[in-house]
């Protein structure tokens, strides 16, 4: 087994909850993905969402955003029902959804992307906070978004968490793909959102990595939920090997 990273401070989260599923199933046409799937964010607290391709994750966060809605149970947000309110809606509430695959507007400059992703009287103080957060993107700010690396990519599309000031996260594998020089730069801006107290639910294929941030866990296999308790309990190498050793590191 890989081994594990140390553990962050999980003292600032609290017990009240951000996010709430609560039995929810969804499915794509009739192919049933989610089966009476509950899970909880804490308010600023981190959960790591894990599992193996397949079993359900991405459907679980497009849940939660309001990208897809669930056929049966309930979608609560800081206490709120809001199963039935859009993506927008559920945006202007503090939601932000980060997606796999380097969610940026390609054809635009990265100038232009940070200025999409910042309200408007805060754009020039945004795009300082971005650059400051990844001085990289400070070099490409007249570049391409669609012609930047994909790490560079990654680290544009995670602004959209940082500079439009959301309560909650989503994050969909943020590592995929990346030289582990860049994933580590993207688990340090992630405990940068969660020292800010900001409520994550992270899905990542370096479980170690997730585990390490996450207070809490839940992994998932074919829309079920197998495990759910402490990021620590599932840190121990025993029960890592049992529930998500196959596959994932």
Do not use: W
Not at 28 to 57: C, D, F, H, I, W
Not at 233 to 243: H, Q, S, T
């Amino acid at each position: 087994m890989t081994a594990l990273a140390d553990p962050v401070d999980s003292s600032h989260a609290t017990d009240a909850a951000a996010v709430e599923l609560v039995n929810v199933s969804s499915s794509y046409g009739r192919t049933k993905v989610l089966n009476e799937v509950s899970l909880t964010v804490k308010q600023g607290g981190v959960t790591a969402l894990l599992g193996p391709n397949g079993a359900g994750k991405t459907t679980t966060l497009k849940v939660v955003s309001g990208l897809l809605r669930p056929t049966s149970g309930q979608v609560r947000l800081h206490g709120a029902e809001v199963t039935r309110t859009t993506s927008y809606e559920r945006a202007k509430d503090g939601i932000c959804h980060v997606p796999e695959g380097r969610g940026v507007y390609r054809s635009l400059s990265v100038r232009e992307n940070l200025t999409m992703m910042s309200p408007p009287r805060s754009v020039d103080q945004n795009i300082e906070r971005a650059t400051a957060t990844f001085p990289i993107l400070g070099q490409r700010l007249s570049q391409t978004a669609g012609t930047l690396s994909g790490g560079e990519q990654q680290m544009l599309a995670l602004m959209a968490a940082y500079l439009r000031n959301p309560t909650v996260v989503l994050v969909d594998e943020p590592s995929l793909g990346l030289a582990p020089i860049i994933v580590d730069a993207v688990f340090e801006f992630l405990k940068t959102l969660r020292a800010e107290k900001v409520s994550l639910l992270l899905v990542d294929q370096y479980a170690t990595r997730a585990l390490a941030i996450a207070d809490d866990a839940y992994v998932l296999r074919r829309g079920n939920i197998v495990f759910a308790g402490a990021a620590a309990e599932l840190r121990d190498g025993n029960m890592f090997d049992r529930y998500i050793g196959e596959g994932l590191s």
